[in-house]
């Protein structure tokens, strides 16, 4: 198993970030093909104190190959073009492989 994980630093609007990401974003992501399962997780915090980060997301797919399919798909470039749009300036994307 494979998944694609995006890590978001905190961005200037949290709230108006919130609320694209929760009501256009996931729902496009959720309609990429091949998905097997889309997990969202808030940073609160570090041992050490406050995070420059504001959310990880980690969306799982069977395979390296079923990843790059959602990718190409029409659903995965509707996703990546609405992320590059409310979200370019904070997220990187990451590629793992679930051990």
């Not at 609007?13 to 919130?18: C, V, W």
């Not at 997990?39 to 799982?60: C, F, K, N, Q, W």
């Not at 990718?71 to 995965?76: H, R």
């Amino acid at each position: 198993m494979v998944k694609l994980v995006a890590i978001y630093r905190k961005p200037e609007d949290i709230e108006a970030f919130d609320k694209h990401y929760n009501e256009v974003h996931a729902p496009l992501v959720e309609k990429m093909p091949g998905l097997i399962k889309l997990e969202v997780s808030r940073i609160y915090g570090t041992p050490m104190g406050e995070s420059d980060l504001h959310l990880i997301a980690e969306m799982y797919f069977e395979s390296k190959e079923a990843l790059l399919e959602a990718l190409s798909s029409p659903e995965g470039r509707a996703a990546g073009k609405d992320l590059r749009g409310f979200a370019g300036q904070v997220v990187s994307m990451h590629f793992a492989e679930v051990v």
